[in-house]
């Protein structure tokens, strides 16, 4: 089987870009002539999906947004996974970090039910939330490392008694982690954080990215592709959601994304 970071060099090549478009699907944005319902969920994302996916090397669902609707959330998440193109990654952005049998679950949800192909954890809790991830071959587990959101400072770039930073360490320690295992481990590292991001591409050189916060969060496209590159030349998606999600209140919204969506390939083509 092919590794995750195969099959990402393979999609960035297919399409051009690395475009991860992420699926925060809020009813309440959705064009008003589109029921608020799982229903109407199901098809604005299919909608989507179908206008950018030449365009789109992954799709990052955000499974707040379909918890919050129940079972019928959960049952348009798992429709929504067979519109996914063969050729294009499915992220589950999950966010999860537990430990023992909550971990397994956890990845037999995401890795099994949900047939993922990759999925974002929090490494608070150690190793052991994390283990249970890396056992399933082809996949990636990204690790929250340095987010874009303003209070990431409050934890993540705190300095330690041996002057690293906190982010750092958590970097070290996954790549550690996922050595040796059947599936990968990569980072989650926000585009609002270039310099950073650069420095940890040195740390880990060949491991997945997953960069969020270009566009609404102000995070530069360019300097996120500059810095964020693995050693081949590859291994980064970087994820835009509400740009592309909702590029028009209007019925022509999914050709509104796809603008969007080509814009933003058409930018990443000068560096792949």
């Not at 707040?64 to 129940?70: I, R, T, V």
């Not at 300095?159 to 990569?186: I, M, T």
């Amino acid at each position: 089987m092919a590794t995750f970071s195969e099959r990402l060099r393979k999609a960035i090549q297919r399409t051009g870009g690395c475009l991860c478009v992420g699926l925060d699907v809020e009813p309440s944005k959705m064009p008003k002539n589109v029921p608020r319902d799982g229903e109407g969920v199901l098809r604005f994302c299919r909608s989507i999906i179908d206008s950018t996916r030449d365009l789109a090397a992954a799709y990052k669902p955000n499974m707040a947004f379909f918890e919050s609707m129940g079972v019928r959330g959960l049952e348009t998440l798992e429709l929504l996974r067979q519109s996914v193109p063969q050729d294009a990654l499915f992220v589950m952005d999950a966010k999860r970090g537990d430990i023992g049998n909550t971990s397994q679950a956890y990845a037999r949800a995401f890795f099994g039910l949900f047939k993922s192909d990759a999925v974002t954890l929090s490494p608070y809790m150690g190793r052991d939330s994390v283990d249970p991830f890396l056992e399933y071959e082809g996949t990636c587990s990204f690790v929250l490392c340095l987010t874009s959101n303003p209070s990431a400072a409050d934890f993540q770039t705190q300095a330690l008694q041996s002057g690293e930073k906190l982010y750092e360490k958590v970097a070290k320690a996954a790549l550690e982690w996922g050595r040796g295992k059947k599936g990968e481990a990569g980072l989650v590292v926000g585009a609002t954080q270039a310099q950073c991001l650069s420095d940890l591409r040195k740390l880990a050189p060949e491991a997945p990215f997953l960069v969020p916060g270009v566009g609404a969060q102000g995070g530069d496209l360019g300097a996120s592709l500059k810095a964020g590159r693995a050693g081949d030349g590859y291994g980064i998606l970087v994820n835009v959601s509400r740009q592309v999600l909702y590029a028009s209140p209007d019925n022509d919204f999914a050709n509104a994304a796809r603008e969007q969506a080509q814009k933003i390939v058409n930018e990443m083509k000068t560096y792949f």
